[in-house]
């Protein structure tokens, strides 16, 4: 399980594009905010989701980069980045192996995908584990720790 303090382990994966991302290509560059989400297009996914779209441009001038990673395949990424005009990467996660690298935890015996959000600075450290089901509490949590830390 990564938690705070530990280096970012590097990995690839497909992104809503179907193109490999590789997290090295940002890691070190910009803090970055990786955040695990059980379901696409589902409420408090969808809130989630429209939160970082929202900050995306304050995200990104104060140099973050937002991940975004689920389960969902390439193809309801890309239907749910053009739904709802999703400006960040969005990776799949199809066979759970980043979910198992990062060691999310699953809630209600196992059946729901837990919801967790990283913040990892410029050296790759992780700064913030943040875990909870709802959505919404993420929001003031991730943007305070990303402006401590740039």
């Known amino acids: 399980m990564i938690k705070v303090g530990d280096k970012l382990p590097l990995f690839e994966a497909k992104d809503q594009k179907g193109d490999v991302f590789s997290i090295a290509s940002v890691l070190h560059k910009k803090v970055v905010v990786i955040y695990f989400y059980p379901k696409d297009d ?8 429209c939160f970082f779209r929202d900050q995306y441009e304050e995200f990104n001038e104060i140099g973050a980069e937002v991940i975004g ?6 193809k309801s990424h890309e239907e749910f980045v053009t ?9 799949s996660d199809e066979d759970k ?7 999310v935890p699953t809630h209600f ?31 003031p949590k991730v943007l305070e720790t990303v402006k401590k830390i740039v």
Do not use: M, W
Not at 83 to 91: E, N, Q
């Open 97 to 103: 192996s980043l979910r198992k690298l990062f060691g």
């Open 109 to 139: 015996f196992g059946l729901l995908p837990g919801r967790v959000t990283y913040v990892v600075d410029k050296e790759g450290v992780v700064r913030l584990v943040f875990d909870s089901r709802n959505a919404e509490s993420h929001f």
């Open 69 to 74: 990673i689920s389960a969902d395949s390439v």
């Open 83 to 91: 739904k709802y005009k999703l400006p960040f990467i969005l990776l």
């Open 42 to 49: 589902t409420p408090g996914c969808t809130q989630q989701a």
